[in-house]
C-alpha cells in the first residue's frame, strides 16, 4: 500500500481516538474516512456526524446496523425474521443446558469474532462439555457442508443497494479467501435484497458470508458493515466501489450498478522479500 502521509493514532477504544482522528481531518483537509477495522466501526459510526461537521463523510452504516453485523447472534436473529435462511443458531448456554436437541457436527463461535479467529467444530456432546470459552461469549451453528461464498454488497448515500456481487471461496486461508470466482446466483441475489431491506441506514460497503448446498438451498452466516478481505475479485469484475465512493464525494455522478462480470477468477500469491 502506499500513502502520502502515515499518522499514529491511539486504539480505536481509546477515548483519545476520535479527537486525534478530527485533528487530522481538521488539518489535512480530509474528505472521505473508510473504516475497515471491525472494532473501529461503532466508534466511527458514533461519530460520523461530527467528523461531517468537518468536511469528513464518513463512509459506514449506522451504529444500528454495525450493532447487527457486530453481533452474530442477533445477525442470525434478524435475518431469520426478515425471511432470510439461516443456520440453526443460539447462545452457547442455550446448548449447554440442554433445552435444544442439535444434530452434530456443531459449529461454535465467539459472538463478537471475526477474521475466524477462535471458531471450533465440534464433532460430540462430549466435546462440547469439555469445550473451554475462556470467558468468551459464544454461539452454537449447525453444521452446512457445501461451497462458501461472500456476496460484496454497495449502498450509495442514501442507502440503496446498488451492486451485489458473490464470489465462490474456492480456497480459503486464516479466514482470507486466497483463491475465487465470480457466480450470479439468484438464491444470493435474493438474500442481498432482504439484506438491504432490514438493515437500517446500510452505507457504502457490506458484504456477508453464505453456504450454499449441492442441491441448491443456501444460508447466510455473517454480515460484515464493511469492504470484505475478498473486495479486490469484485472490484476486478467491474464492481468499482472504491471508484463510486469517490464520485459520490466529488459530487460526480455515480456510475454504480450491477453490471459486473461473472466468471472473473483471483489467485493470490505469497511472495518472498529479502533485504540485505
Known amino acids: 500500500m502506499r500513502a502520502d502521509l502515515a499518522y499514529e493514532v491511539p486504539r480505536c477504544t481509546h477515548p483519545e481516538f476520535v479527537t486525534r482522528v ?13 473504516p475497515t477495522i471491525d472494532t473501529e466501526l461503532s466508534v466511527y459510526a458514533r461519530a460520523a456526524a461530527d467528523l461531517r461537521s ?14 447487527i453485523a457486530r453481533n452474530k447472534l442477533l445477525t442470525s436473529e434478524t435475518l431469520a ?38 471458531i471450533r467444530r465440534l464433532l460430540s ?45 474456492i480456497e480459503v486461508r486464516t479466514g482470507e479467501v486466497s483463491k475465487g470466482r465470480t457466480e450470479r446466483l439468484s438464491s444470493l441475489e435474493f438474500a442481498a435484497r432482504r439484506i438491504a431491506e432490514v438493515l437500517p441506514e446500510p452505507r457504502g460497503a457490506i458484504c456477508f458470508q453464505a453456504i450454499v448446498r449441492p442441491n441448491g438451498e443456501y ?14 475479485l469484485a472490484h476486478a469484475a467491474g464492481a468499482t466501489f472504491s471508484k463510486w465512493l469517490l464520485e459520490e464525494i466529488s459530487g460526480r455522478s455515480s ?7 461473472e466468471g472473473v477468477t483471483m489467485l493470490r500469491y505469497d511472495a518472498g522479500v529479502f533485504i540485505g
Not at 468537518?54 to 450493532?67: M, P, Q, T
Not at 446448548?95 to 475466524?116: A, C, E, F, H, T
Not at 444460508?219 to 479486490?232: D, L, T
Open 219 to 232: 444460508a447466510v452466516f455473517e454480515i460484515n458493515a464493511r469492504f470484505g478481505g475478498g473486495y479486490p
Open 54 to 67: 468537518l468536511g469528513a463523510e464518513v463512509s459506514v452504516s449506522s451504529e444500528k446496523a454495525v450493532h
Open 22 to 34: 478530527k485533528e487530522i481531518v481538521a488539518r489535512e483537509g480530509i474528505d472521505l474516512i473508510v
Open 125 to 169: 456432546e462430549s466435546e462440547l462439555e469439555s469445550f473451554d470459552s475462556n470467558g468468551q461469549d459464544y454461539l452454537a451453528q449447525e453444521f452446512w457442508a457445501g461451497d462458501e461464498y461472500t456476496v460484496n454488497m454497495f449502498f450509495d448515500r442514501f442507502g440503496q443497494l446498488q451492486s451485489a456481487v458473490p464470489h465462490r471461496r
Open 255 to 261: 456510475s454504480a450498478s450491477n453490471a459486473w462480470r
Open 81 to 118: 425474521a426478515a425471511g432470510v435462511c439461516v443456520p440453526r443458531t443460539a447462545s452457547l448456554s442455550s446448548v449447554l443446558s440442554g433445552r435444544i436437541d442439535w444434530n452434530w457436527p456443531l459449529i461454535l463461535k465467539p459472538v463478537g469474532g471475526s477474521s475466524s479467529i477462535g
